[in-house]
């Protein structure tokens, strides 16, 4: 019954490292999302991608990069990882206009 | 100003209480209202929608939207343990590809 997973649980990195965060979806959805959720601010959306190579900025990009290669796939890319982008990272896919499928997310440390 | 406002709690109430989450949204253009339900290590998950103002109920739950307010609230009747968890209001703003705006979560805890 697994719709939606994500590579790694937990990941620690170092400052300065690029990280590779991984979602695939079973589901043929076109729509994918990458979000941070930290403490009080809730999740807050970073990247979306509505199809295959297309993508579209969220509220908080800076900093962030994706990659949408194949329906099923959608990376979320730290280009140079620094401690603020300490967090947990959720990835969803989206099943109808209200609903989105939701990953287990991966808790990133950055030190 | 948050497009969704949503008080952070932590709440805590004892087994049997109904609980009262509330949320406040600045945009009268929002059409879909939602809860989702987010169990410690997991991902959120949608636990009810409304479309409207008006009153939705499943079971134990209540979900409300009053739109000439924009306040969103969802009731929980005889709270149980396996209720404890973070609660998120969301709502959907149109021709943005399916975006979500959610508050900031209301954490929940219900002690035996």
């Known amino acids: 019954d697994v719709k939606v997973t994500q590579s790694s649980r937990y990941l620690v990195k170092r400052t300065g490292e690029k990280v590779f965060l991984e979602c695939v979806q079973d589901?043929?959805?076109?729509?994918m999302f990458w979000y941070r959720q930290d403490p009080g601010l809730g999740l807050r959306l970073i990247y979306f991608s509505y199809d295959v190579k297309m993508k579209e900025k969220g509220d908080i990009p800076e900093g962030y990069s994706v990659s949408r290669e194949k329906k099923e796939r959608f990376s979320l890319i730290l280009e140079s990882a620094s401690t603020n982008q300490t967090s947990m990272y959720l990835c969803?896919?989206?099943?109808?206009?209200?609903?989105?499928?939701f990953g287990p997310g991966t808790r990133l440390t950055v030190t | 100003q948050k497009e969704v406002e949503q008080d952070p709690g932590p709440l805590s109430v004892p087994e049997g209480a109904i609980v009262s989450l509330n949320c406040t949204y600045s945009n009268s253009a929002f059409q879909y209202f939602m809860w989702y339900r987010q169990y410690s290590r997991k991902g959120p998950e949608l636990l009810m929608y409304t479309y409207s103002s008006g009153n939705k109920e499943d079971g134990r739950f209540t979900a409300q939207v009053d739109k000439s307010s924009k306040y969103i609230s969802l009731f929980i009747r005889d709270s149980q343990p396996s209720d404890s968890a973070t609660y998120l209001c969301a709502t959907r703003p149109l021709n943005q590809g399916g975006k979500l705006i959610f508050g900031q979560g209301t954490e929940l805890s219900v002690k035996p």
């Open positions: 969803a896919s989206r099943q109808t206009s209200y609903e989105q499928y």
């Open positions: 589901m043929d959805h076109e729509n």
